[in-house]
């Protein structure tokens, strides 16, 4: 299925290029692609498998979880209570729920920005063991919110699901229902976002994609689902990318919220010391190549996506995936973005010899099957089964020696330190993530295909 407004062909050809190369490359099963041109839907089309065994192609109004992109759909909730004068964004969260770490000092608006301080419960892109079992809200709020704040409220920007599990029981708190009722009624429903799927509530339907995850370069292998429950509010969406694509046009047209809400979630909030956080409230915000633009990334356990619109524009690209911690989300979506714009995208790049020494002995001894276990937390330990050993010696192995291993890019996130590691063999690369505890030891330790 295709849109109708089409793209020019020279553009088309080059985004199916784009998707040849990229899906080559990371080996991700398949992506669902969605472009605005113009303000209007002027491309969809899905490349690959949706699953691999028994085979299903990707068709385009096939339902990807969304991640972390559902999190601006929480903070719209929030800006149409504010709107309906239920809810302000410099209320106390503990307003609605006193029981939290200094939940008078801390306010909506600070956990909608990622400057709250509450520590992520899910930073890592692999479900741990714990999280294959079924919680509630109340649960993540009352281990992760009930914690000592990683830093003073406004004075940090760290990305934390926790902000979104509370900003949703604010917006059920406040607007008296469930918050996937609020959704439905005040978004999906007036957008025409019929393809919208709760799958925090249950898993995909078995006509749509199958998520799936690796460990290393071994085979794809289908992915272990979260329990229900864990990811209510900060990224339990699913739908077509056309979908998405409805959504993004009416950010562009500001067609669904009023002026003011619009301005606030896309203005950039400032730390207490001036200094800018690249964030609004629910999307990353700045200029690239001189246009400004909204964008989010999205990570569930077997689906990666990424959504960025420009617009003054009136351009936007979504890209859905299913595999999980894979760059191909990403990478297609930089490699689109200058097809129906033009320019070119930043990387950012940072040296660490230390954690590249470290990263290093730990992928040459994956290499030849061997882990040096002290060095793991106890999640970590429990990834590391004997298939995922022997995924990493079988897929890592006949690489050879790496002809280099550069830190790409150092941040905070959860409490803990992440890294991405960029390596370099004659015929291909690959990219390793780490997360790194306060006491050194790790967290998190994946080998992935480049897309990029």
Known sequence: ???????????????????ADVLKATGVPSA????????????????????????????????????????????????????????????????????????????????????AGYQDFWP?????????????????????????????????????????????????IAGGKPLIEQLQERIFRPLKMTGVFNSDASRLPANDPTGYYQHALGPLRPAPAEGQGWMFAAGELAMPASDLALWNISMMDRA???????????????????????????????????????EHSGEVSGFVSENIVFPEDKVAVTVLTNEDASSAAGALGRKIAPLVLGGASDTTSASAAAAEKRALDIFTGLQEGRLDRTQLTEYCDSYFTQ??????????????????????????????TFRVFSVSFPQRQVRVTVYEMPDGKLEQYLVEPSGS
């Open 1 to 19: 299925m295709m849109a109708q407004s089409g793209l020019p062909a020279t553009t088309v050809s080059g985004i199916d290029a784009a998707a």
């Open 32 to 115: 669902s692609v969605a472009v605005v041109q113009g303000g209007k839907v002027a491309y969809v089309k899905a490349y690959g498998m949706s699953r691999l065994e028994p085979p299903m192609q990707a068709t385009p109004e096939m339902q990807y979880s969304i991640g972390s992109i559902s999190k601006q759909f929480t903070a719209a909730v929030i800006l149409l209570l504010v709107q309906d004068g239920k809810v302000k964004l410099d209320d106390p969260v503990g307003k609605y729920l006193p029981e939290l770490t200094r939940a008078n000092e801390v306010t909506v608006r600070q956990v909608l920005s990622m400057t």
């Open 124 to 172: 890592e892109d692999y479900v741990m063991t714990s999280m294959m079992k079924p919680a509630t809200p109340q649960h993540i709020l009352d281990v992760w919110a009930k914690k000592p704040l990683d830093f003073e409220p406004g004075t940090q920007w760290q990305y934390s699901n926790t902000n979104y599990v509370i900003a949703g029981r604010i917006a059920e």
């Open 256 to 294: 669904l919220l009023v002026p003011a809400s619009y301005d606030e979630m896309f203005k950039e909030v400032k730390l207490k010391d001036g200094k800018g956080t690249g964030y609004g409230l629910g999307v990353q915000v700045g200029t690239r190549n001189g246009r400004r633009f909204i």
């Open 387 to 416: 298939e995922a050993i022997g995924d990493f010696a079988a897929s890592l192995k006949p690489l050879g020696m790496p002809t280099s291993f550069k830190q790409t890019s150092e941040s905070k996130r959860g409490g803990m």
